[in-house]
């Protein structure tokens, strides 16, 4: 009997020792889960900021004098190179199609039938085919002469204002490095009026330093992109031009013949 009861009292210990270390585990879990949701609601990282939220505060961060500057650049840099491409856009000429116009001209209606087909067609490859063709009368010499002469103004014409484009690329660049050089200096301005190297003095100084050298050299690349695309048309529609003086020369000749 006695041995019954020992039996019964252990196992009655053993069994309110078990519901304690399970009540106590699940406090400790819920504790722990309660400081784990907390812990990682404080580590929770802010709200993300939009593109347009996030360049507008490294914009400020940067700083409103040389960031603004650098601004200026892309934004006229954007509007020249947009005027450009609309005017070489406007510009360009499908050339095998008037010339075969001119040559139908010629051998129908003459040099003024093919002048009025040059004078309804926009572009300098017309441009200078009316010019080659309103010498005609002075002889193939005179003819080419004009063409050459005039081509150079259509060429100077179509490269107006790019150089514009290219100083703001060399520009943009220069300005936010000059940022970055007066960033560093204002560090170690606090460095040398604290008289001791802590990183929260210089840290300020030079994150402005790197976004305005950033910023202008984005800006740099964006412009660069404008001004490659602008020259390689400058360059296809020179091609046309020159292409195209050399066929009316042809044409005359074999006109004359």
């Given at each position: 009997m006695k041995r019954?009861?020992?039996?019964?009292?252990?196992?009655?210990?053993?069994?309110?020792?078990?519901?304690n270390a399970t009540t106590n585990a699940s406090t400790t879990a819920v504790t722990t889960t309660t400081v784990t949701t907390a812990q990682a609601e404080e580590d929770a990282p802010a709200e993300e900021l939009t593109f347009h939220q996030e360049l507008k505060k490294r914009f400020i961060e940067g700083g409103p004098?040389?960031?603004?500057?650098?601004?200026?650049?892309?934004?006229?840099?954007?509007?020249?190179?947009?005027?450009?491409?609309?005017?070489?856009?406007l510009s360009t000429t499908n050339t095998k199609k008037l010339t075969q116009e001119v040559?139908?001209?010629?051998?129908?209606?003459?040099?003024?039938?093919?002048k009025e087909v040059c004078r309804n067609t926009k572009g300098p490859v017309a441009s200078i085919y009316y010019q080659g063709l309103d010498r005609t009368d002075e002889g193939l010499d005179a003819v080419e002469k004009a063409v050459v002469a005039y081509g150079g103004v259509q060429m100077g014409q179509l490269e107006k204002n790019v150089s514009w484009i290219s100083l703001?690329?060399?520009l943009a660049p220069m300005l936010g490095f000059m940022g970055t050089v007066i960033g560093m200096i204002a560090a170690f301005d606090k460095i040398e009026a604290a008289g001791d190297m802590q990183p929260s003095?210089?840290?300020?100084?030079?994150?402005?330093?790197?976004?305005?050298?950033?910023?202008?050299?984005?800006?740099?690349?964006i412009l660069q992109v404008f001004y490659n695309y602008i020259i390689?048309?400058?360059d296809s529609i020179v091609n046309s031009m020159e292409d195209a003086s050399i066929t009316l020369m042809d044409l005359l000749i074999r006109n004359k013949k």
């Open positions: 019954l009861f020992s039996i019964l009292a252990i196992t009655g210990m053993m069994a309110f020792g078990t519901v004098g040389f960031m603004g500057i650098v601004l200026l650049c892309l934004i006229l840099g954007l509007a020249i190179a947009i005027e450009r491409i609309i005017f070489l856009n040559e139908d001209a010629l051998s129908s209606g003459g040099v003024e039938a093919a703001f690329i060399a003095l210089v840290a300020g100084g030079i994150k402005v330093a790197l976004l305005t050298t950033v910023f202008g050299l984005v800006v740099a690349m390689a048309k400058i």
